[in-house]
């Protein structure tokens, strides 16, 4: 009405008085804003009806996370089929494995299901974790968010068919935050047990101590109720308890062999430990040369007590595994053993005590991940790349201080 109104203004105009150039001048504005009406209308109910579709996921983030992916991987082939003449292949020589809390042995390399195209495709995913068991690999790590459960399980039943028995194959998986509290971490855990069709879970870890939410920002912030509000547990410290309650009693029940924490600090750990319950098994993190201290620190108390290490982004992560592949010191290193950077990057971390999980979806890059046992690295050499502590791409790598 209004937009209507200051057109009739303008019809009305005829003569140069010195407002005539302020009133056409708004006769324009009012009509771009009705332009601008009409598409800001339509942006809200797009907006309206993306929200809707996000929530129809049981962690609205993660096809947001995984459609950033499909993208980076347009024009990028997929995961080469597997041949159907491929036998399995024996286990790599010196293969390295941590023991955790249950008696059981986690193998120290394996393979990240996350955070690369081919992680968000079903048949790449399949292919992946195929070729991956068949060429003597046997650690999958993946997430509920990732949303590969299936895809994952229908690879293990393939491959145990040609050979690779269940037994042998170690699968971690994580509950994100969406699911924490004592109720819905158990039944979480048991739809990852349907969607892999396992009777059993090798790990499972609680994914992060805090929800990637506006309200994690909110609280770090100004203090505000926190992004638990609406949960039945109330709040993070609370939620971050009832969940390993629920782990657990799963342990208990046989569903899981052992439970684990992924991005906690220290104190988030001793409040799980002074529960009296399960004992933390496992603690995946960030974790490569250029790792502040305080990420240090972290490593050092999971070993004093007992508390198997995974690194993530061992290469570098998403945004500098460029970079870190080019450094002088590692790639002198790498000349010296006729291997590549990534290779020592990740025999790094084994000589930390470290597990790794490099992902791919590329059969000969997991040949030469797998291959990281075939050599080892001296005590001056590690010491050399422990100087990258202080090396300025250090100050570049993203951290999220939970």
């Not at 509950?175 to 090798?202: K, Q």
Request: hydrophobic share 45%.
């Amino acid at each position: 009405k209004l937009r209507r109104r200051w057109q009739g203004h303008c019809r009305a105009l005829r003569t140069p008085v010195t407002l005539a150039p302020l009133l056409e001048a708004s006769c324009g504005a009012m009509g771009a804003l009705g332009i601008c009406s009409k598409v800001c209308a339509a942006l809200v109910v797009l907006v309206a009806a993306l929200v809707g579709w996000l929530l129809t996921f049981e962690h609205p983030i993660a096809p947001i996370f995984a459609y950033l992916h499909v993208v980076q991987g347009i024009g990028k082939p997929p995961t080469d089929p597997v041949p159907a003449e491929l036998a399995p292949q024996p286990r790599p020589a010196g293969e390295l494995l941590l023991p955790l809390a249950s008696g059981a042995k986690m193998p120290a390399n394996g393979i990240g299901m996350c955070c690369r195209p081919t992680a968000y495709n079903d048949e790449s995913v399949r292919r992946t974790v195929l070729w991956y068991l068949l060429q003597g690999g046997r650690h999958i790590d993946t997430a509920d968010v990732y949303m590969n459960h299936a895809a994952i399980g229908r690879a293990i039943r393939e491959a145990a068919a040609r050979g690779v028995p269940r037994s042998e194959v170690f699968i971690t998986t994580k509950v994100y935050p969406n699911s924490f509290g004592y109720a819905t971490t158990l039944a979480a855990v048991r739809r990852f047990l349907v969607e892999l069709g396992v009777d059993y879970i090798d790990l499972v870890l609680l994914h992060a101590p805090r929800n990637l939410h506006p309200r994690m920002y909110l609280n770090m912030k100004y203090g505000w109720d926190d992004e638990f509000k609406n949960h039945d547990c109330k709040n993070a410290k609370q939620c971050r308890i009832d969940s390993w309650r629920a782990l657990s009693e799963l342990i208990d029940l046989g569903l899981i062999r052992d439970a684990g924490v992924s991005n906690f600090k220290i104190e988030y750990m001793q409040d799980l430990q002074a529960l009296g319950l399960r004992p933390i098994s496992a603690h995946q993190t960030q974790y490569h040369p250029w790792a502040p201290k305080s990420m240090q620190e972290v490593v050092s108390f999971c070993h004093q007590n007992a508390i198997a290490v995974t690194a993530y982004f061992s290469l570098g992560g998403l945004m500098h595994k460029h970079q870190a592949l080019n450094v002088d010191v590692v790639n002198q290193v790498a000349a010296a053993h006729k291997r590549s950077a990534g290779q020592v990057l990740l025999r790094w971390a084994l000589e930390k005590n470290v597990s790794i999980i490099p992902g791919t979806g590329n059969p000969k890059h997991m040949q030469e991940n797998l291959g990281v046992y075939s050599f080892s690295l001296s005590a001056p050499e590690v010491e050399r790349l422990d100087t990258l502590l202080s090396d300025p791409l250090a100050d570049e790598f993203m951290w999220i201080d939970w």
